[in-house]
């Protein structure tokens, strides 16, 4: 939408110095990237409009510099066509003013967004509610999370992430690790896979908590979702490969993360020649460096420890260098009583004898029974915590991972938890966070929408001028977007997949080059009130099939979307048909109902000026004095007037109608006085002519 080359050639000086400086603003960004990356909208999208204005030099209501007050709620999307109407201001006004904003593909049936919609009101000086925009799904309940408070910091465990090539061993060294816990040796056992685990080292006995393999899927998803579950990673490499794929892989998210970086060469028993074992090592150092790693032999701080995970050689050092990089990193959190508690989802299934649970990692604050947690569309009222599979506790403390049940609907992996006052505000920001996904599916909906639109236009001017039609002048495809086939909308909704596919299949096709049905989109299930808004800002008519009992509120809906009901199939398709019949432009026909002869021409002077009078005789018909008339001269039938009357007299007096045979005096509108003796006066009506596709 947004297209530096048309600002460019635009010739911006502004624009251009933003794109030489490499700062051109988000706003100037393409549309999905603000869906990509809501956060960078909102900040930006103001301020650079006012600065972009500025320096455009925009005089739209300058003289007015008191902003207008708003006087319409701002929708969420909205076409040109109605904007312009709620603005006040000529359709094609609005559209080049888009332009000149650097919209690109804009037709009258182009649809923005809230944020648009925002910045074009700004720009026509009106007065803007705080803005609520800048939330989206993704951030809605930041707002609910407390800012740190410093004092109540306190150190916490380190979260490490193991990561590292295929059968480079990093289940080897998260077996190690359960069996050499002191925490696994005081319960006897290891503890049950859950995802992650904790470890009371050896040494130092300090707590380490691991994130296993799922950890691992669980730390790209939250990567890919911009957020950082873990402290420092720990990068497995065997010393018998070196280097491979998917440590280079690892490396990439290891940098793009910003984590801290231990590096484990394992399997080092394999190799019994010291010398041998020293210069593999010294090798895959190098390797490192080439990727970039900047390990201690270099002067960085990235410690590369070589260990057995088999046979244990060194695997107390690991731990210890973890230990000791946490240390350093000075790793808190706040945990006081009053903290609600924050973290993540790393798994979460459904147990039969426990309903929906979902292993979770506190980042913040202690987790107790009872507590709520609020985690993507669903909360948890906590029923039990459990550490590992077996063991209930009553609290959970910063940097453990624990099992909780209780969850009304299972969490998805890798969605932020944050414990909340109460069940009401759980499901209060639970709806509100469903609107705003409801009204992001709608903006990708909305996008298609338009890029289908402007595609469609686009080919229509293609088919144009290969008829050699040259009437389109303006070289700009926006113009010529506005011309061709009017789109006649339509939403689908059926019983079942198959009925919605079926009736697009069949209705999506039809048209001329006039109109044009446009299948918006089509679904299983009972209008929802996103398909009410959709339609409606849509233009579009919703065709239920097969849906019984469609709520009266969704019939006689408050957006005014036309809802129609079928059973069959070709009832539809008529209806459809007839609808885009009804879209059609208007042809009527002249149907010939009284003739007049003008026999003579008279002058009469009245209010000091010349008045010529047709002295006329009604030949057939009945002539009024509404009567539309084409006056018609010669044998060729040459229309020299197509108008209406101004009035009809008998002697001075008016007269509203001359029946035939008899005779009056007629004077036209449009000060036509060109009529001549012998000319025909032919009255009509127009009549509608059916349209057909
Ligand atoms: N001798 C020796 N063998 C090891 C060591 N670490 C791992 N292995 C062996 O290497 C093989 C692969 O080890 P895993 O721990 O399964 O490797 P992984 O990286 O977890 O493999 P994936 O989960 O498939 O990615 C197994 O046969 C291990 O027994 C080690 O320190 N010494």
């Known amino acids: 939408m947004w297209k530096r080359s048309v600002l460019i050639n635009n010739k911006r000086s502004y624009t251009k110095l933003l794109i030489s400086q490499n700062k051109l603003p988000p706003l100037l960004l393409p549309f999905n990237v603000y869906w990509s990356n809501p956060l960078i909208i909102p900040q930006h999208s103001r301020s650079y409009s006012k600065s972009y204005r500025r320096n455009k030099g925009i005089t739209k209501n300058q003289k007015n510099d008191k902003p207008k007050k708003l006087t319409f709620t701002i929708p969420d999307y909205i076409s040109v066509d109605k904007l312009s109407n709620l603005l006040n201001c000529r359709v094609q006004t609005v559209v080049k003013d888009l332009k000149n904003l650097g919209f690109k593909n804009i037709t009258t049936d182009y649809i923005i967004n809230k944020e648009y919609i925002e910045l074009i009101l700004q720009e026509y000086n009106f007065e803007l509610p705080s803005s609520t925009s800048s939330i ?115 490396i990439k998210h290891i940098k793009a993360s910003g984590n801290q970086l231990i590096v484990a060469i394992t399997k080092i028993d394999k190799i019994g020649n010291v010398k041998e074992r020293e210069k593999k090592i010294e090798r895959i150092t190098n390797d490192l460096i080439a990727n970039e790693i900047m390990v201690e032999k270099i002067g960085g701080d990235v410690q590369v420890i070589p260990v057995s995970a088999k046979g244990g050689e060194n695997m107390d050092l690991l731990e210890e260098s973890i230990i000791l990089l946490s240390d350093m990193m000075d790793i808190k959190t706040e945990n006081s009583k009053n903290t609600m508690s924050e973290g993540f989802v790393i798994e979460s299934e459904m147990k039969s004898a426990m309903g929906n649970v979902a292993t979770i990692l506190i980042r913040k604050g202690t987790l107790d029974n009872q507590s709520i947690l609020l985690c993507g569309n669903t909360f948890c009222k906590v029923r039990s915590i459990m550490e590992g599979a077996e063991k209930k506790i009553t609290k959970a403390l910063p940097s453990q991972a624990v099992v909780v049940s209780g969850w009304k609907e299972l969490p998805h992996v890798g969605d932020e938890f944050i414990q909340v006052k109460s069940e009401a505000i759980a499901k209060k920001y639970i709806s509100k966070r469903e609107a705003l996904i409801e009204v992001e599916k709608n903006a990708s909906r909305v996008e298609k929408l338009n890029e289908e639109r402007y595609a469609e236009s686009i080919r229509r001017k293609e088919s144009k001028s290969k008829d ?101 199939i070709y009832k539809l398709i008529e209806i459809v048909v007839e609808t885009l019949e009804n879209n059609m432009k208007k042809i009527f026909e002249k149907n010939i109902v009284a003739t007049v002869d003008i026999k003579d021409i008279f002058e009469f002077t009245m209010k000091k000026k010349l008045v010529k009078i047709a002295g006329c005789k009604v030949s057939n018909g009945q002539i009024t004095r509404n009567s539309k008339v084409q006056v018609i001269r010669g044998e060729n039938k040459d229309v020299v007037y197509d108008g209406t009357l101004s009035s009809i007299k008998h002697g001075k007096d008016d007269i509203s109608t001359a029946s035939k045979g008899r005779e009056c005096g007629i004077t036209f509108n449009d000060n036509f006085e060109e009529f001549k003796a012998g000319d025909k006066i032919q009255v009509y009506e127009e009549v509608e002519v059916p349209r057909h596709l």
């Not at 289940?171 to 696994?184: A, C, E, G, M």
């Not at 006995?205 to 420092?232: C, Q, S, V, W, Y």
């Not at 469609?550 to 079928?566: C, Q, T, Y």
């Open 468 to 568: 050699d039609i040259d009437d389109i002048e303006d070289d700009d495809a926006t113009d010529n977007a506005i011309t061709g086939p009017k789109m006649v909308n339509f939403i689908i909704k059926a019983d079942v997949s198959g009925s919605a596919e079926a009736i697009k299949e069949s209705i999506q096709d039809l048209g001329n080059d006039e109109v044009q049905c446009c299948v918006i989109s089509s679904s299983v299930g009972i209008p929802a009130e996103s398909d009410l808004k959709m339609a409606e800002i849509s233009n579009s008519e919703i065709l239920c099939f097969n849906l019984e009992n469609l709520p009266n509120d969704i019939i006689n809906n408050k957006h005014g979307v036309v809802v129609k009901k079928f059973n069959v």
């Open 136 to 250: 989206t799904s993704a951030n809605i309940y930041n707002k609910l999370k407390d800012p740190l408070n410093p004092k109540l910091l306190e150190s916490r465990p380190p979260i490490v992430t193991i990561m590292g090539h295929v059968d480079h061993g990093k289940t080897t060294i998260i077996d190690y690790l359960q069996k050499s816990s002191v925490v696994s040796q005081e319960h006897g056992g290891i503890t049950q896979h859950i995802g992650a685990f904790q470890v009371i080292t050896p040494v130092s006995k300090k707590k380490i908590t691991f994130l296993d393999t799922p950890g691992h899927a669980a730390f790209l998803k939250m990567r890919e979702r911009g957020a950082n579950i873990t402290d420092i990673i720990v990068l497995v490499v065997s010393i018998e490969d070196s280097i491979m794929p998917q440590t280079k892989e690892a």
